[in-house]
């Protein structure tokens, strides 16, 4: 992932995963939707979720930091974490 994606850009695309992978309609993704409880995710769903934003956004989640995600939004700052480690990291490496 060479671009940062903007919070709007990110949530776009977490919703297509939700949409998508775990068939959950559009119309009851927002932001604050709780993955277990509104959207009715389970602990493997989550694992499943894990790994389709890895692959979509190119990074490796730590274990520690998914676990605590709860809402949809959550998901969203997870991943702009994650862009700036990984930016950071390439900067590193750059150096």
Excluded: C, W
């Amino acid at each position: 992932m060479n671009k940062e994606m903007s919070h709007e850009e990110i949530l776009e695309k977490v919703y297509g995963i939700l949409n998508e992978e775990f068939e959950i309609e559009r119309d009851d993704l927002k932001p604050e939707a709780r993955l277990f409880e509104e959207l009715e995710l389970d602990s493997l769903d989550a694992v499943d979720l894990i790994v389709a934003l890895e692959k979509l956004f190119g990074f490796r989640a730590q274990e520690e930091k998914a676990k605590q995600l709860r809402t949809v939004d959550d998901i969203v700052h997870f991943i702009i974490e994650n862009q700036k480690e990984v930016k950071e990291q390439q900067g590193a490496t750059q150096s």
